[in-house]
C-alpha cells in the first residue's frame, strides 16, 4: 500500500470534520506521513533528542556526524554511545544535556527499561510513555516522536509541540493558541486518525496565506 492509499480513510475523516479541515487539507494535499518503521526504539529515541528544538536540516547533520564516528556500522550501538567521550558528541553538535540523555536511552536500553521494537509493538501507548519518561531527560514528546514514526501508531496527537498548538490556533483563527489540556479534550473528536491531524497541523504554517483564505 503505497503513503497515499494508506491514509485515505483518515484524511476522509478529517475533510469531513468541518469546513476549516476539510479547506487545509485541500491547500495541502495528500498525507505523506512517513514513519520509519524498522528502526528500533533505541535509535529513533536517540534520533528524536538530536533533533529536538532544531531544524531537520541541521538535525540531519548532527546525526550523520554521529553515524560517522562510527562508520563501520549504520548506527553506534549503546554500547557505542556509552564508550563514547564527551568531546567526540560535543563535535557532532550535541549540547551537554543531550549528551547525558543518549548516553542514559543507551543506558536503559542496555538494563531492558527501553524494550525492544517487538515488546514495544504489545504496549500500549500510554503505558510506553510511562516506562520512557523515567529516563531524566526524556519527556512525553519524545516518545510520542517515537510512537508515531517509530511504532507507526494512528492515534497520537503530541500536545505539548509547539507547531500543533500553532498549527490548530491558525487554522481556527484563535487569538491565541490553546493549552495542552485544551487540545487534547478537543482532539478527541479526531480520534483515531490524530497522527495524520498532527500531519496536517504540521504544515499549516507553511500554508497560512492560503488556509486562510
Known amino acids: 500500500m503505497n503513503l497515499l492509499s494508506r491514509y485515505d480513510e483518515a484524511v476522509a475523516f478529517l475533510s469531513s470534520h468541518d469546513d476549516d479541515w476539510a479547506r487545509l487539507i485541500e491547500v495541502v ?19 528524536a533528542i538530536a533533533y529536538q528544538q ?5 538535525g540531519d547533520a548532527i546525526i550523520g556526524r554521529l553515524k560517522g564516528l562510527f562508520d563501520d556500522r549504520d548506527f553506534p550501538s549503546p554500547e557505542d554511545l556509552i564508550e563514547v567521550e564527551f568531546d567526540l558528541l560535543r563535535s557532532c553538535g550535541f549540547s ?27 504496549m500500549d501507548d500510554e ?14 514528546w519524545t516518545v510520542e516522536m517515537l510512537l508515531m514514526y517509530s511504532l507507526e501508531r494512528m492515534d497520537v496527537l503530541p500536545v505539548d ?9 491558525v487554522l481556527k483563527s484563535l487569538p491565541v493558541q490553546p493549552k495542552p489540556k485544551q487540545l487534547r479534550e478537543i482532539s478527541e473528536a479526531w480520534s483515531p486518525h490524530r497522527t495524520v491531524a498532527a500531519w496536517y497541523l504540521w504544515r499549516i504554517p507553511r500554508e497560512r496565506g492560503n488556509v486562510l483564505k
Open 161 to 169: 509541540d509547539f507547531g500543533v498548538r500553532e498549527g490548530y490556533r
Open 96 to 122: 551537554a544535556s543531550k549528551i547525558a540523555t543518549i548516553k542514559a536511552i543507551a543506558q536503559g536500553t542496555l538494563d531492558g527499561l527501553i524494550p525492544t521494537r517487538d515488546i514495544a509493538a504489545t
Open 29 to 47: 494535499g495528500p498525507c505523506r506521513h512517513d514513519p520509519k518503521a524498522a528502526r528500533e526504539p533505541y535509535e529513533a529515541l536517540v534520533r
Open 54 to 58: 532544531l531544524t531537520a536540516k541541521a
Open 127 to 140: 503505558a510506553l510513555i510511562d516506562r520512557m519518561v523515567s529516563i531524566k531527560g526524556i519527556g512525553r
